[in-house]
């Protein structure tokens, strides 16, 4: 995480007056909002899993993550979303001794709870692809993304000096200027090299990327065309929960026991309120709070700056 520019500092904040006025609304007047008509998502399919991990590795590689290693030096794959993994394959097993693998990173929320928490708009949603962003040149580290978040995704750098918020933001510095074209099986594709990493390197095809409505469909024709009972609920996870996400999952287990709360109908930045409420109670008014928090770290880069010309 860098400390905010002058510029930067005040779009925030103009963006946070904005931002501001709309968590004044009560939790009753939220709408439900629809994911962008192009919304771009992955559907995963615990049927198809193997747990090779090698969507793990290769998020890190794409996200330049520095992988946790052994005494040896050897990589170590990692047991949860953390500020060095964006992505991770867990293991679980519920009390009947049923297992699954399961896939763990950001849910590209359709209504995202980080994005409404974020005063100073470090976390945005994209309106054409609907990827949720974060701006490193926004953000100040107040966390409350952290806090918001009803899947509990995003992580911090807590042992870096400038600390970023560290979380899937489904490989947009990958695209550059190629362009989506719809291939066999009805998902539209990046060229090679441009799409999600975790989804290119798959070798079951247990995690692929499209357009959220081609994903929804592709859900379907899979629980259509699979022997009866093969997919928990004959459900797609994100299809509605939460409001929607554009991260989709099929399961032959139920839902909660992989570790996808059984959300309603409701979009996740209505709990972004009681965030806010509980975090503000007795303090002074947020944006007033944001803008102390930014100035204090605009002087301290300043004054960091000084140091190095005199030294
Ligand atoms: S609320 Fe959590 S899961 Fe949803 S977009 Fe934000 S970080 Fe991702
Ligand atoms: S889309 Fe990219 S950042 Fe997100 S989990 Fe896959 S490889 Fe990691
Ligand atoms: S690469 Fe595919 S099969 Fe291997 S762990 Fe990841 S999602 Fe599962």
């Known amino acids: 995480m860098s400390a905010p520019n002058r510029r930067t500092l005040l779009k925030g904040l103009a963006l946070a007056g904005g931002t501001a006025a709309l968590e004044a609304a009560p939790a009753a007047a939220i ?16 049927t198809r899993c193997i747990g090779c991990k090698a969507c793990v590795f290769a998020c890190q590689q794409a996200n330049d ?19 060095r993994t964006k992505n991770v394959i867990k293991l679980v097993e519920t009390d009947e001794g049923r297992r699954s693998f399961v896939k763990a990173q950001c849910m590209h929320c359709v209504d995202p709870a980080c994005a409404a928490a974020c005063m100073l708009a470090a976390l945005q949603k994209d309106p054409t692809t609907g990827i949720v962003s974060w701006d490193a040149a926004l953000c100040v580290g107040c966390r409350y993304c952290m806090m918001a978040c009803p899947f509990n995704v995003p992580k911090f750098e807590f042992d870096q000096a400038l600390p970023k918020v560290v979380k899937c933001e489904l490989c947009r510095h990958r695209v550059g200027n190629a362009t989506l074209d719809r291939v066999e099986g009805g998902l539209s594709q990046y060229p090679k090299g441009h799409g999600p990493a975790c989804c290119e390197v798959c070798p079951r095809e247990a995690v ?24 928990f609920e004959d459900r797609v996870y994100g299809e509605s929960e939460a409001g929607g996400t554009q991260v989709l999952y099929l399961s032959h287990l ?22 806010q409420e509980a975090i503000y109670k007795g303090f002074i008014a947020p944006v007033a709070l944001y803008g102390v928090l930014a100035a204090v770290m605009l002087r301290n880069r300043r004054r960091g700056a000084g140091e190095e010309e005199r030294s």
Do not use: K, N, W
């Not at 962008?36 to 615990?46: F, K, N, R, S, V």
């Not at 499209?210 to 093969?230: F, Q, S, Y």
């Not at 139920?254 to 965030?275: C, H, K, S």
């Open 65 to 83: 993550l520095e992988p946790e290693r052994d005494a040896a030096g050897l990589h170590l794959a990692p047991a949860d979303l953390s500020g």
């Open 208 to 231: 692929v990327y499209g357009r959220r409505d081609e994903l929804l469909a592709e859900a379907h024709r899979r629980i259509a065309e699979a022997p009866a009972g093969t997919y």
């Open 31 to 46: 709408e439900r909002r629809s994911a962008p008509p192009a919304a771009l998502g992955m559907l995963y399919d615990t």
């Open 254 to 275: 139920p839902f909660a026991e992989i570790g996808l709360p059984d959300y309603p109908d409701r979009p996740t930045r209505a709990d972004a309120y009681g965030v």
